[in-house]
């Protein structure tokens, strides 16, 4: 979902109508898991309280943690430095799974296991998202994962090839912030690939003046 100049902090549009339409339309997919990264889990979804760590008792293994491999709905954040302040299992019903590098500090891997959060190792210092998806599908049984950004995460994904179809709502709504992420960013420590080229799949015309497109990566 972004604005008709691809902007997606929704908090600067003030009351727009419809707004809703992004549950509505990403639960159509029937997907098994949703990805966020950690910058949006942090606003939204974990606590906002500072993160104090009780010390881990011992060292702990950089093994993958699973604690329910059978939940029927995941979701996944990107929290590459252990900084989410989790202070439950999942959301709304869907089992967290926490997406680490292994430098992630014993104090913290033991935080998400008291607390029963799932967690996977992908990369040293940097996720490698091949590696993340890969575990997604062989630990937990994903087969279909929603990418909910923000913009650096999708356009980590999409700089990788790892995308398959982008479903997007066009709000008529024009924002225009200066140094606003839009739908897709690649970082500058990235090496950036080529352009992504989409097939249109299907246009709708939804209610509130909000199109509906669906794109297949080609």
């Known amino acids: 979902m972004s604005s008709v100049d691809g902007r997606t902090l929704t908090k600067q549009w003030g009351k727009v109508k419809g707004i809703s339409s992004y549950e ?3 639960s159509s997919h029937k ?27 011992k060292e702990i293994d950089r093994k993958d943690y699973i604690a329910k491999a059978k939940a029927k709905s995941f979701a996944v954040a990107v929290d590459k430095d252990g900084k989410l302040n989790w202070e439950q299992s999942a959301i709304d019903g869907d089992h967290i799974i926490s997406v680490l590098t292994e430098h992630v500090p014993n104090d913290y891997l033991n935080h998400l296991q008291e607390i029963g959060i799932s ?8 996720v490698d998202f091949k590696v993340a998806l890969n575990k997604l599908r062989k630990l ?12 650096h995460l999708n356009g980590s994904l999409l700089n990788e090839g790892l995308i398959d179809e982008l479903s997007f709502l066009h709000m008529p709504v024009a924002d225009g912030s200066p140094n606003t992420p839009t739908l897709f960013e690649v970082g500058k420590d990235l090496q950036k690939g080529p352009a992504t080229h989409l097939k249109l799949l299907e ?3 939804l209610k509130n003046d909000i199109i509906w497109l669906r794109y297949k990566v080609k």
């Open 119 to 126: 967690y996977i190792f992908a990369g040293d210092k940097e």
């Open 31 to 57: 997907a098994d898991a949703w990805m966020c990264g950690r910058i949006t889990m942090e606003t939204d979804f974990a606590s906002d309280k500072p993160l104090h760590l009780k010390p881990a008792e």
């Open 203 to 205: 246009v709708k015309q």
């Open 140 to 151: 937990f049984g994903i087969k279909t994962l929603l990418l909910e950004g923000g913009g």
């Open 24 to 26: 509505q339309t990403g």
